[in-house]
């Protein structure tokens, strides 16, 4: 399995950027797929965004919503994350996921992306 995530760069706040995950060697449609991110000062990754197998339910971090867009394109094996309205605190390795949802909670696989650094300067 492989998670190959890309898009991320250098904004100024108020900004916007999309990064992706590209998917290979696992059957794409059924799972559910999330974004993480971890901070230089964090030691662990925090929960983003997630979206259900067909697209259709999608969650977020309280301090995303309404800044972030996840969607998919499962005949790309595709995952994204817009992120608009970008703040120096969402600076931040992002990294997918394979997972699970189960009621409103993810509950993410052994399976995640290599990560994709998002910086935003203020």
């Known amino acids: 399995v492989q998670l190959q995530a890309s898009g991320g760069g250098l904004v100024q706040a108020g900004g916007s950027l999309r990064v992706s995950c590209a998917a290979s060697g696992l059957s794409f449609s059924n799972y559910a797929m999330g974004w993480f991110r971890q901070s230089r000062e964090q030691s662990r990754k925090f929960f983003v965004a997630?979206?259900?197998?067909?697209?259709?339910?999608?969650y977020y971090q309280d301090s995303v919503k309404g800044r972030f867009t996840i969607s998919r394109d499962n005949a790309k094996n595709t995952v994204f994350l817009q992120l608009n309205s970008l703040k120096p605190d969402d600076t931040a390795v992002y990294y997918c996921n394979a997972g699970q949802i189960r009621g409103s909670y993810y509950y993410p696989s052994r399976y995640w992306g290599q990560g994709t650094l998002v910086t935003v300067s203020s």
């Open positions: 997630t979206i259900s197998t067909s697209g259709g339910a999608t």
